[in-house]
């Protein structure tokens, strides 16, 4: 059974830096793309970023160049590393995988695990 567990979350200001973690349970190889999605009260859900097994990498124009998607594949974990955190930012965060070695990653891939959600706000 796959799992993926979120972690990291918090109230912060803005201004400060927060880094999210996605630990991936059941998978027998690590998963080929994953990524970051978010959801605000009232606004439907948005792609942050996207990762594959090789490290290539893709944005929200949102979050271009204050955040950063990594990933370690011999712990299979996820990171979100996110600095210079804006009120808008705030949302219920979430992490997803899937297993199409050799496919298209990005934000508009499909994925077929998801988390449960870490909860980020940031303040003025």
């Known amino acids: 059974q796959v799992q993926l567990v979120e972690s990291g979350g918090a109230s912060v200001q803005a201004g400060g830096s927060l880094r999210l973690s996605c630990a991936v349970f059941g998978y027998t190889y690590s998963p080929y793309c994953m990524g970051w999605f978010r959801r605000a009260p009232g606004k439907e859900r948005e792609g942050v970023a996207a990762?594959?097994?090789?490290?290539?990498?893709s944005y929200a124009d949102s979050v271009q160049g204050r955040f950063t998607i990594s990933r370690d594949n011999a712990k299979n974990t996820l990171y979100l590393q996110m600095n210079s955190l804006k009120p808008e930012d705030t949302a219920m965060y979430y992490c997803a995988a899937n297993s199409f070695f050799g496919g298209h990653c990005s934000r508009d891939s499909y994925f077929p695990y998801w988390g449960q959600g870490t909860q980020v706000t940031v303040s003025l």
């Open positions: 990762i594959d097994s090789g490290g290539r990498t």
